[in-house]
């Protein structure tokens, strides 16, 4: 809400988690767009730890309570 920039960047992502559009973040970074006000990112520090981890770890996050927050 505080940063319309920072939400742009998700307007045109082709991919989801959970139903909330997914961005790369550099080589190793997803972030996700809840509620479109919250950033949610993972981060890996290896590259073992795989876009399809990140993925997955994003959808471990209590989303739902996040978009409930005002």
Do not use: C, H, M
């Amino acid at each position: 809400v505080s940063n319309p920039e920072a939400a742009e960047k998700y307007a045109e992502s082709k991919e989801q988690v959970e139903g909330y559009p997914l961005v790369a973040v550099g080589d190793k970074g997803s972030a996700i767009l809840v509620a479109e006000r919250f950033q949610v990112q993972v981060r890996s520090k290896t590259a073992d730890f795989t876009e399809d981890d990140r993925k997955e770890w994003l959808a471990l996050f209590d989303l739902a309570v996040l978009e409930g927050l005002d």
